[in-house]
């Protein structure tokens, strides 16, 4: 059964931190781009961060460049998104996503939302002013 779990959202104060986990299961991890999404109420959901199967080409989206850093663990089946010094408006549910990798540099060129076919239940993310 494919499976993506998010875990590791909670509430933090401005300026604080938060790791988010994705375990994965039921395909073949290491062959899949791999990108995490938010979607605040109100708002339509946004590409946040996104790595090759092999974890040798990221995407960011740019406001947030700097701040956060993906990462996988193949081994493990494992995506991670570590978030730094966050701000209220980075408060959404966030989502960890899949989708079958063409090459590393089309898994990063762009966030092709709708490409993505694998998603989890997501996990949600507040921070206080």
């Known amino acids: 059964q494919v499976r993506l779990l998010e875990s590791g959202g909670g509430s933090v104060q401005a300026g604080g931190s938060l790791r988010l986990t994705c375990a994965a299961s039921?395909?073949?991890?290491?062959?899949?781009?791999m990108a995490w999404f938010r979607q605040a109420p109100g708002k339509e959901r946004e590409g946040v961060a996104a790595?090759?199967?092999?974890?040798?080409?990221?995407l960011f989206a740019d406001s947030l460049k700097g701040r956060f850093t993906i990462s996988r663990d193949n081994a493990n089946d494992t995506l991670y998104l570590q978030m730094d010094s966050l701000r209220p408006e980075d408060s959404a549910m966030y989502y960890c996503?899949?989708?079958?990798?063409?090459?590393?540099?089309?898994?990063?060129?762009?966030?092709?939302?709708?490409?993505?076919?694998?998603w989890g239940q997501g996990t949600q993310v507040t921070v206080s002013s």
């Open positions: 996503a899949a989708r079958p990798q063409v090459s590393a540099r089309e898994c990063a060129a762009d966030f092709r939302m709708s490409e993505y076919r694998l």
């Open positions: 039921g395909y073949t991890f290491n062959r899949y781009c």
């Open positions: 790595i090759s199967a092999g974890g040798t080409m990221t």
